[in-house]
């Protein structure tokens, strides 16, 4: 890789055993999924080869070179900054394309687009003909939208684009933390078994328990740690830890951060760069910074939930430590409970044991797809193409009563040779930008600041007037909810209990409510 090597791994020592065993396989052309543990170089694994093969047939022409899928805006914005100097330096281009940063795709050359299978679902509806020309298509974080709506949703769009007559077939790649059974993973994203290249190598881990959140953290300091980055489970929980380390010290209010999908873009990605760069401060974060975001040198990793998984464990302790052999956590173990479900999971650990559950297509993906794909094919489809691709998920019976119902609701118009389009129902929808995500969530709205009117998060709705909230770890009094958002004054109470209200996922995508009633329980 003359081009490739200097630009992605010149700065490096020597391979990891990630990338002597990946870069190979990809660089033959294969599709490949790549499992390796957090920190291991995957993304050089993967983008090297890639960006070294696309050198030899790169064009001018405008369209999408490298197709770069992630799970969240965060890690999509991180990508695009680790990955941004090297590919600068072979002479290419690169852009982040989310919800946070809509920039046009299709018009200009992009030789490496790094976006979420939501803004994926939208620019294929908009500017389809920019994939046309794609020399691979790449999925960070595989397993963590596996077996999932979000997942269903990126197997066919994937199956979209392959299947797509006027377009050539891109190399297919996945990127995974371990997992139980990675051949049913590859498969059911791509369609068919890809190469498996797998590095078991795991990193020590030293944990230990402490019973409250502040003994975690006299813990940290005993032991001379300045910076850590805490997990919690649910948004709220975010706002009341962090609210809580501010207070209790001995780091200063303005060293510690909140961090959650309620939270504004530009506030989520002003506490990403500043963490990234602090010696000495807390981040307290949902799985939003779960995934594979540098944040930089992170002396240890404080649990203040036991994760739903080994994996999750896996992904949220490998946040920190990333220079050192080992793993340093502390885990937050208030009662029985908690403890005994911490050592569940460090069983799994120390046994290898990556536990696999049944999968069950989501059939919400069969509708939310379904106006996906009507609305990108404004002339129509026939049901029998609609039914091929999306075999993957429910058999052509199933698919049909699902195609009736919508009709019946009138969202689908069929003419002549079971042509389906799109009714002008539909059509509102999809121009509003309302058929691209699946991901179940309650009503949220924004929460603004009544004096200078910024917003600073989304809550759902409830709030009641002279109410005490925390969002991003500063507390605000409600002023009013009545209207169509929730105003808010700054406040210098310590509201280390937040009484906001973040909505939730539910269990099977958003658009389950536009399934036949007999078809619902199933989901």
């Known amino acids: 890789m003359p081009l490739a090597f200097p630009a992605f791994l010149g700065r490096f020592g020597a391979l990891t055993g990630i990338q002597a065993l990946a870069i190979p396989a990809i660089m033959a052309g294969n599709d490949v999924l790549v499992i390796a543990p957090a920190a291991s170089g995957k993304t050089e694994a993967a983008m090297a080869p890639l960006c070294q093969r696309m050198t030899g047939e790169r064009t001018i022409e405008p369209g999408v070179g490298i197709l770069y899928v992630v799970p969240t805006k965060a890690l999509a914005n991180d990508i695009e900054s680790r990955i941004r100097g090297p590919v600068t330096s072979m002479g290419m281009t690169s852009q982040v394309r989310t919800g946070d940063h809509p920039r046009p795709v299709g018009t200009h050359r ?7 299978p939501e803004s994926l679902d939208s620019l294929l509806c908009r500017v389809p003909a920019a994939f046309n020309n794609l020399s691979a298509l790449l999925v960070d974080e595989a397993h963590l939208v596996d077996s999932t709506a979000r997942g269903d949703q990126l197997r066919i769009l994937i199956r979209r684009i392959t299947m797509k007559k006027s377009a050539r077939r891109p190399q297919l790649i996945a990127m995974s933390a371990t997992v139980g059974d ?4 590859g498969s059911r994203l791509f369609g068919e078994p890809p190469v498996i290249v797998k590095d078991d190598g795991v990193r020590h881990m030293d944990t230990t328990f402490e019973p409250d959140l502040a003994a975690a953290l006299a813990a940290m300091r005993a032991e001379g740690l300045t910076k850590a980055i805490i997990f919690c489970n649910t948004r709220r929980r975010t706002e009341e830890a962090a609210a809580e380390a501010a207070k209790s010290g001995p780091w200063p209010a303005e060293r510690v951060m909140a961090h959650h999908a309620s939270l504004p873009a530009r506030e989520r990605e002003e506490v990403e760069s500043a963490f990234r760069y602090w010696e000495a401060g807390l981040l307290v974060s949902t799985s939003t910074m779960e995934l594979g975001v540098d944040i930089g040198d992170v002396d240890a990793v404080i649990l203040a939930d036991p994760p739903d998984s080994v994996a999750s464990l896996y992904q949220r302790v490998g946040r ?13 173990a208030p009662d029985p409970a908690s403890r005994a479900a911490f050592e569940r999971l460090m069983t799994e650990v120390r046994e290898h044991r990556m536990p696999t559950g049944p999968y069950r297509p989501d059939l919400s993906v069969v509708v939310q797809q379904t106006f996906s794909l009507l609305f990108e094919n404004r002339r129509g489809l026939k049901r029998g193409t609609i039914r091929k691709i999306l075999s993957v998920l429910a ?4 698919v049909d009563i699902i195609i009736d119902h919508l009709r019946s609701e009138g969202f689908l118009e069929e003419g002549a040779a079971e042509v389906l389009r799109a009714s002008a129902r539909l059509m509102d929808m999809g121009e509003s930008g309302r058929i691209h995500s699946n991901i179940a969530d309650t009503k949220s709205v924004r929460v603004f600041d009544s004096a200078t009117g910024r917003t600073v998060g989304l809550v759902s709705r409830g709030s009641a007037a002279g109410a005490s909230v925390t969002i991003g770890g500063r507390s605000w009094t409600v002023t009013d ?5 929730v105003s808010v004054r700054a406040s210098r109470a310590d509201a280390t209990e937040s009484t906001a209200r973040f909505g939730g996922s539910g269990d099977g995508g958003a658009f389950t409510r536009y399934l036949p009633e007999e078809l619902r329980g199933l989901n």
Do not use: H
């Open 182 to 185: 990675p051949e049913a993973l």
């Open 481 to 485: 909810s009545s209207g169509r958002g």
């Open 320 to 332: 920190g430590c990333r220079r050192r052999r080992g793993m340093r956590a502390i885990f937050v």
């Open 395 to 398: 058999d052509g019976s199933t």
């Open 110 to 116: 992009t030789d490496v687009l790094i976006t979420t």
